[in-house]
């Protein structure tokens, strides 16, 4: 069992920056990537950023380039950085952790840009 706790959300005027935690507990060998989604209201959940245990990362179109994906394993911590939000960059982020055959989540942090 792996458990993951998010921190960091808020809010935030339009071109401000965000820095998003979260700290892996228990089984977290099992983990080969990491990665940020976020779910917007009525829309599907998404994929933002991954970070693999080769630290290979991946970004969507739309946040390449304003966010960047960073991990402290000593920490057991992976960081989203997040600059030049926009509105629409309003969403509910969560943490993942996959690997074992299995998808852990975080209880989410919500992120609002607006002014």
């Known amino acids: 069992q792996v458990h993951l706790v998010e921190s960091g959300g808020g809010l935030v005027r339009p071109g401000g920056s965000l820095r998003l935690s979260c700290v892996a507990s228990g089984d977290t060998i099992c983990i080969s990537v990491m990665g940020w989604y976020r779910q917007a209201p009525g829309k599907e959940r998404e994929a933002v950023a991954t970070?693999?245990?080769?630290?290979?990362?991946d970004y969507a179109d739309t946040v390449k380039g304003r966010f960047t994906v960073t991990k402290d394993n000593a920490k057991n911590t992976v960081y989203l950085l997040m600059n030049s939000l926009k509105p629409e960059d309003t969403a509910e982020y969560y943490c993942?952790?996959?690997?074992?055959?299995?998808?852990?989540w975080g209880q989410g942090t919500q992120v609002t840009v607006s002014s």
């Open positions: 970070i693999g245990s080769d630290d290979n990362t």
């Open positions: 993942n952790g996959h690997g074992c055959g299995y998808d852990f």
